[in-house]
């Protein structure tokens, strides 16, 4: 496996960061895959809840950096939430995040 550049890694721990510092998953319930698409629409998500639009800027930013595709950001209450779509990132994302709680 090729090595990360030191650059790469550092946006990694970043968003590692957002994610642990406020952020929720969705994964699709098993059980109801079969119902079909026309029933059961919930995919991977992830939603890295921010405190204003600066940060929103930023996490956009380190996302594409790392080859991660965001979603629209929206504003919730007073916060604002970026969501990222799909199972791999989901997967990387939750990497990131776990490996800086190892590193405690």
Do not use: H
Not at 7 to 14: C, E, F, I, K, Y
Not at 62 to 85: D, M, T
């Amino acid at each position: 496996m090729a090595k990360l550049s030191v650059s790469r890694r550092s946006d990694q721990r970043r968003l590692g960061r957002f994610f642990n510092r406020n952020s929720y998953c969705r994964e699709p319930d098993a059980a109801r895959l079969t119902e079909g698409y026309s029933k059961y629409k919930k995919g991977w998500e992830v939603r890295l809840i921010l405190k204003d639009e600066d940060e929103v800027a930023l996490v956009c930013r380190l996302l594409w950096k790392v080859g991660l595709i965001p979603g629209k950001a929206f504003s919730k209450s007073k916060r604002w939430a970026v969501p990222v779509y799909g199972e791999e990132a989901v997967r990387q994302l939750r990497d990131w995040g776990a490996e800086l709680l190892e590193e405690k």
